[in-house]
């Protein structure tokens, strides 16, 4: 009897080993989970490894109401694209980390706090618009600096800018507001998905 | 067939004695949940609702909140000068500053708001404490009087400290006057000049002298300053026109008395 109990044994150590070695949902292949450290804080992004799991609530839906709702193109004009995850994740790890570019989710603060990517900073569309009397605060923050009360942007930041998902208008808003005060369209880049699409590969998502 | 009969019996007995026991275990079993556990898992439940409960911080006028916060501080002071109708200040401002504060913790900047004085969020302060207590309940929809209590119970038991402006001349809070001054706040109407009675009984006096009419105010028990600024000028915090026109009989705001004649400057 105690033969058996010692093979058992051996079998679920070396389970257990593998599965921590060899996961079954990687972001991408040899690739399960990435690390990256913004102000002394590191971040994980890796995938919900439950091959049986469903996006729940509203991102459920197919047919919001366009308007407002509608399917926003890949370009935003002016040159401005759109990227995946993949993306996403290398510009967290090597523009984000690094110090010189923004993750920006749009979207506003109750939304965001109840969850979205991590390393993301919440600047809702609102406040960029220029009934915002601290619109010029946030472009500064954003790399903008003021030069006898004009505001010029040889050093504005890359961004990457997210919002709901592939239908919300508060990105596309976001950037038409940038461009309107004079961001550089080549520091504008749009994560079209969004949190949407961020949950529908089961990326990890920053908590409450 | 003696021991066919004696082994069902002792059958049957091992049986009964497993009846008997079996339900016995359960009782047991079902005990291990405390009532401890029951009361955490409720009060849990409760913490997660008051946290749900927005308190509207943003809208309160940055003046109140730092007088507020100024004044309950350290009662040996003297007043301080308050910000007169300061740049209009929208609720985005907390907005901004948490915005703000998010992207200098990925960039590594020093992010401020350019106008002044609108600070960042105000410092958890006793005088903080004292606000959000009476925000919390305004939002809870306690009634005037329930309010009164429980700012009263917590200011004698030196949980909060309460603003001098605030303090009634028979030592109580004025609740009517702050719940009056975050109403108009937090509804963004300007407050009116409110039209005062004078004459008897209402401890008003019009007088006229050297070709000026001037007011005098009679203090009576329940009032404080904050309360009189109110009275006359629709604004708690225009009660440092009072206090510097009454230097001669005021040492501090909140020791006035019944009984005191207050000048109330004309504005």
């Given at each position: 009897m105690a033969q058996y109990r010692h093979i058992f044994a051996t079998c679920v150590a070396l389970s257990a080993s593998s599965a921590a070695t060899a996961q079954t949902v990687q972001i991408s292949d040899g690739i399960a989970s990435v690390e990256f450290t913004i102000n002394g804080e590191t971040l994980t992004i890796s995938r919900n490894q439950d091959t049986t799991a469903r996006l729940t609530g509203a991102f459920v839906k197919t047919s919001r109401p366009c308007p407002p709702n509608c399917i926003l193109p890949m370009s935003l004009g002016n040159g401005i694209f759109s990227i995946g995850e993949r993306e996403v994740i290398d510009f967290l790890v090597n523009t984000v980390a690094g110090g010189t570019g923004l993750l920006i989710d749009t979207r506003r603060t109750a939304d965001f706090n109840k969850g979205s990517v991590p390393g993301a900073v919440n600047v809702p569309t609102a406040t960029l618009s220029p009934e915002n009397t601290f619109q010029t605060d946030i472009l500064m923050a954003l790399g903008a600096t003021q030069n006898d009360g004009q505001l010029e942007?040889?050093?504005?930041?890359?961004?990457?800018?997210?919002?709901?998902?592939?239908w919300d208008p508060q990105v596309a808003n976001a950037v038409a507001h940038l461009i309107n005060a004079g961001y550089p369209p080549t520091q504008i880049i749009v994560y079209r998905g969004g949190l949407q699409d961020w949950l529908h590969l089961g990326l990890t998502v920053t908590g409450p | 067939m003696i021991r066919l009969v004696s082994g069902l019996f002792l059958f049957a007995v091992a049986l009964c004695a497993y009846i008997v026991m079996k339900p016995a275990s359960n009782p047991g079993a079902r005990a291990a949940v405390t009532l401890e556990d029951i009361t955490a898992v409720t009060r849990a439940q409760t913490q997660s609702l008051i946290a749900d409960v927005p308190l509207p911080t943003g809208n309160i006028d940055a003046s109140t909140s730092e007088m507020l916060a100024q004044l309950g501080?350290?009662?040996?002071?003297?007043?301080?000068?308050?910000?007169?109708?300061?740049?209009?200040?929208?609720?985005?401002?907390?907005?901004?500053?948490?915005?703000?504060?998010?992207?200098?913790?990925?960039?590594?900047q020093q992010l401020t708001i350019t106008p002044t004085p609108v600070a960042a969020p105000a410092p958890v302060t006793a005088a903080s404490t004292f606000e959000s207590l009476v925000m919390q309940a305004l939002q809870e929809g306690q009634t005037d009087d329930f309010i009164h209590d429980l700012v009263n119970q917590a200011a004698q038991s030196g949980t909060i400290?309460?603003?001098?402006?605030?303090?009634?001349?028979?030592?109580?809070?004025?609740?009517?006057?702050?719940?009056?001054?975050?109403?108009?706040?937090?509804?963004?109407?300007?407050?009116?000049?409110?039209?005062?009675?004078?004459?008897q009984g209402t401890g008003v006096e019009v007088i006229m002298e050297q070709g000026q009419q001037r007011r005098y105010y009679t203090v009576s028990s329940g009032d404080s300053l904050g309360g009189i600024a109110v009275k006359f000028y629709g604004n708690v915090n225009k009660f440092d026109l009072i206090f510097s026109a009454n230097r001669d009989v005021l040492s501090s705001p909140d020791r006035i008395q019944v009984g005191q004649r207050l000048s109330i400057p004309t504005i």
């Open positions: 942007f040889s050093r504005a930041r890359p961004l990457v800018l997210f919002a709901e998902g592939n | 501080l350290n009662t040996n002071i003297a007043v301080p000068n308050l910000p007169t109708e300061a740049a209009a200040v929208t609720p985005m401002d907390d907005a901004t500053a948490s915005i703000l504060s998010g992207i200098s913790a990925v960039t590594n400290s309460v603003p001098q402006i605030l303090v009634t001349a028979d030592g109580h809070v004025d609740t009517d006057a702050l719940l009056g001054s975050l109403l108009t706040q937090v509804s963004g109407a300007a407050p009116a000049m409110p039209v005062v009675a004078s004459g």
